[in-house]
């Protein structure tokens, strides 16, 4: 499974996307089509890691064209990217969930 998202600290989750794959430059660049269409009333950065797709030239190209900022992270250093405690919580969330169906199936299949 693979999320791109944005986020800002005043507006909470701005987009979202999901996939069962990996995302490919030639799908972040349409996610950053809908962001910029999403607040195309504003100046907008994005936040990105070195990851290749965000590095990736038809990436770069498009946000010059959509007058996106791009500020890159340094090179990967967890405490220093704000997603990394989200991400966090939302993984320790998703096996308590997994761990709880896997009990009440089990509680099932003993009763």
Same mark, same amino acid.
């Given at each position: 499974?693979?999320?791109? %998202?944005?986020?800002?600290?005043?507006?909470?989750?701005?987009?979202? !996307?999901?996939?069962?794959?990996? *995302?490919?430059?030639? &799908?972040?660049? +349409? *996610? $950053?089509?809908?962001?910029? &269409?999403?607040?195309?009333?504003?100046? $907008? @950065?994005?936040?990105?890691? +070195?990851?290749? #797709?965000?590095? %990736?030239?038809?990436?770069? @190209?498009?946000?010059?064209?959509?007058? #996106?900022?791009?500020?890159? +992270?340094?090179?990967?250093?967890? !405490?220093? +990217?704000? #997603? !990394?405690?989200?991400?966090? #919580?939302?993984?320790?969330?998703?096996?308590?969930?997994?761990?709880?169906?896997?009990?009440? @199936?089990?509680?099932?299949? *003993?009763?």
């Amino acid at each position: 499974m693979a999320v791109v %998202a944005a986020v800002s600290p005043a507006q909470g989750l701005i987009a979202f !996307e999901m996939k069962e794959s990996s *995302f490919k430059a030639i &799908d972040f660049s +349409n *996610f $950053l089509e809908k962001l910029a &269409d999403k607040v195309s009333h504003r100046p $907008l @950065t994005v936040l990105l890691d +070195n990851c290749s #797709i965000h590095k %990736a030239r038809v990436s770069k @190209t498009l946000a010059q064209r959509l007058k #996106i900022d791009l500020l890159w +992270n340094v090179p990967y250093r967890p !405490e220093l +990217n704000g #997603i !990394e405690f989200v991400w966090s #919580i939302a993984k320790r969330r998703f096996r308590r969930m997994q761990l709880q169906r896997m009990l009440g @199936t089990l509680a099932l299949t *003993f009763e």
